[in-house]
């Protein structure tokens, strides 16, 4: 069959890593794709990328600045991976030329945004996938097998909370700039979107909100090692950032979350954490719980059932014997029902872009609607602003409703404010 001729669009970190996922995908021989462009406003970028693609696909790119040169090109499909604030933007016009989008989450810097490119592709019969790739990790599945084999009973409660990070730069220094997304809007739509996954629709929440290291620390400005440099392609474009810099997003975030089903759930993500770094997830229900390790991490899950009996990895299989993943998963991951794999960090951050190409191709294949289409990307941004819509407010209690139908949107306003501005 003959592949669909593809382009990235932004060639910085986020777009160096998805190459390498599609990398990934040829190795294994499963790659739909021809990579015909790589956009970037700065050419330099885009030159660097297509010299990567170079190497590990077999063949250049052609590099360009937009879309229409893109589609000039071939390109019938392209991937986003700009910053998000351009995100709803480019997929709007790129939908607009008949090109089929994948776009990385958030699928909207703001719930506007995301309402402005729904408004954009009404009535268009292009595909519009949104790149969510934590729920892609084998070991995530398993948990939503469990739960929905019933294997934990009736689900009651879901527990997420981490700490780390002190007063460094988190990969980006736009991760810290509240008008560019902040770090707890970047790393929180992964983590609502997990919820959703495991346990439906957040109903409503409540949460406290704090900026506590107002002054953030870039060491490899200074010739050091990176503090987070996920992937490893973020190194060369964090010399280039500032050594210091004064945050405006807050890092930390302490959330109550209240699910449709009835289930409750505790969020906390502590982005100025000092100390020994920490991480926990875990779903519990009525006749047991399961502990989560952290996702891309390779970790076999724990199961206790009734307080007494615990399971862990392949040990889990014969309480879920419909578990098995796609075909693409099981090829990269080592088979249809991998529960834990030993591999680094930086492979199963390329191997889960892959799978999410290998949908993507398959969606524009089948015309078929992908797993996170632009109604799961708009959640995963609903939930989280109505965390952070709160925690502004001071922790009154807020329905995700409310946020999607603009009716709260307080925090948002000066970020709509800068996109609008930027436009």
Known sequence: MARIPLAIVGSGGM????????????????????????????????????EEAQKHLGRRPVTCADLETAQRAGAVAVDITTVPRFHHTLAAEAIALGIDVMVEKPVGLTISAAHALEQAIAGSDRILSVAENFRRDPTNRLVKALIDGGVLGEPRYFHQSSSGGGDLMAISMW??????????????????????????????????????EKTRYNPAATGGAPASNPGGVYGQFQAAMPAEFTATADDALFAMVNFASGAVGQYAENRAGHGRSEWARSVHGSAGAVEIPKDRSGEPLVLTLDG??????????????????????AALFGGSRAT????????????????????????????SQPEVGFIEGLRAIAVCYAMMESGAAGGTIVSVDDVLNGTIRGYQESIDAAISTSA
Not at 349 to 364: K, N, P, Q
């Open 340 to 367: 834990a794999y030993g591999l680094d960090f930086e492979t199963v951050d390329r191997l889960l872009l892959a799978v999410e190409y290998a949908e993507f191709g398959a969606s524009i294949a089948s015309r």
């Open 15 to 50: 777009g160096t890593r998805h190459m390498f996922g599609l990398a990934e995908l040829e190795k294994a021989g499963l790659n739909p794709f021809d990579l015909v462009a790589v956009c970037d406003v700065d050419s330099a970028r885009a030159e660097l990328l297509a």
């Open 175 to 212: 991760r810290h700039m509240k008008d560019e997304s902040g770090i707890l809007f970047d790393a929180g739509t992964h983590y609502t979107d997990m919820m959703e996954y495991y346990l439906g629709p957040v109903a409503s929440v409540y949460a406290q909100m704090r900026l506590y």
């Open 308 to 329: 007494t009996r615990t399971y862990t990895g392949a040990e889990i299989l014969p309480l879920v014997p419909d578990f098995e993943l796609d075909d693409a998963t």
